[in-house]
């Protein structure tokens, strides 16, 4: 089996959480959903570990590492702000595609990137490593049916896939998803757009091999030149994957995953559900009492 890395986007604000959710703790293990991730990701079979951190995050993912035993194989990586250096004011990160870029030097076997701030299952894992292991060239995406991947405390955003014959053809990102008494909807201006329930959809978890790092480099270059809104525009993990897998010439693979939610904290009462369900799988023995 090859020696994958598990890289974690662990630098965001959490504005709607109202706090660095990547750190907020869930008991009986008083552990963040990221410390499930790794824990599922050893079992799948992953070796090395990076996380994306800011100064605030930082301490709290090397604390991580350490209680599982992975400090000769793991790595935390500050998002750094560019904005001195390309001449501009800003104040917030500049979005998954530069936390990764940030990363690129850390990275040195085929990867798998999500949020660190989210809980995949034990399912993801495996299905990307058994891609990783079977296919050296080409991408993949572990997708989420939208019904799985919704909050019930308000609008989440979402890309969703477009697929052919088990490829994703587009990623169309939809901004204001919510459940309604009449279905899924989308909110854009003033109409409102069903959205089909059992759609592919993207929570970023993507499968990667490690030639994508140099493209994303190149993809980096292009989106600072393009810039038009400095202050606000974000370098999307999405959006850069599609346009280096489109110049490749190379599919993205979607992987179904079927047997899994996706949890995520998005905003402060999403929490309670999510302990009701670890706590839930850990008295079936998913996971053990403590991590480490």
Aim: charged share 15%.
């Amino acid at each position: 089996m090859i020696k994958a890395t598990l890289v974690l986007l662990a630098a965001g604000k959490g504005s709607r959480f109202g706090g660095p959710k990547q750190i907020h703790t869930f008991e009986p293990q008083q552990a963040p959903l990221a410390s499930y991730g790794i824990w599922d990701a050893l079992q799948a079979g992953f070796h090395y570990f990076v996380a994306i951190v800011n100064p605030e995050t930082q301490p709290f993912f090397e604390h991580i590492f350490d209680q599982f035993g992975l400090k000769d194989r793991s790595q935390c990586v500050l998002q750094e702000d560019p904005s001195l250096e390309l001449g501009i004011h800003r104040t917030k990160p500049f979005g998954t595609g530069h936390a990764l870029y940030a990363a690129r030097h850390a990275i040195t076997t085929p990867f798998v990137v999500n949020n660190g701030d989210n809980w995949y299952g034990h399912e993801a894992y495996t299905q990307a490593m058994q891609f990783l292991s079977s296919n050296h060239q080409d991408c993949a995406l572990v997708g989420y049916p939208l019904k799985t991947v919704l909050s019930s405390n308000g609008s989440v955003s979402r890309a969703i896939c477009s697929v052919q014959n088990g490829k994703i053809t587009r990623l169309q990102e939809y901004t204001c998803i919510e459940q309604t008494p009449n279905g899924i909807v989308h909110h854009q201006d003033t109409e409102t757009v069903p959205l089909a329930s059992d759609a592919y959809t993207s929570v970023n978890f993507w499968v990667l091999q490690q030639d994508v790092l140099p493209a994303l480099e190149e993809q980096w270059q292009v989106f600072v030149q393009n810039m038009t809104c400095p202050e606000s525009e974000e370098f999307y993990l999405p959006t850069a994957i599609q346009a280096i897998a489109t110049q490749q010439q190379r599919p993205i693979h979607l992987l179904p995953n079927l047997k899994d939610k996706c949890l995520e904290i998005t905003y402060p009462a999403d929490a309670n559900p999510i302990q009701d369900y670890l706590r839930s799988q850990t008295q079936q023995g998913r996971y053990p009492l403590t991590f480490g």
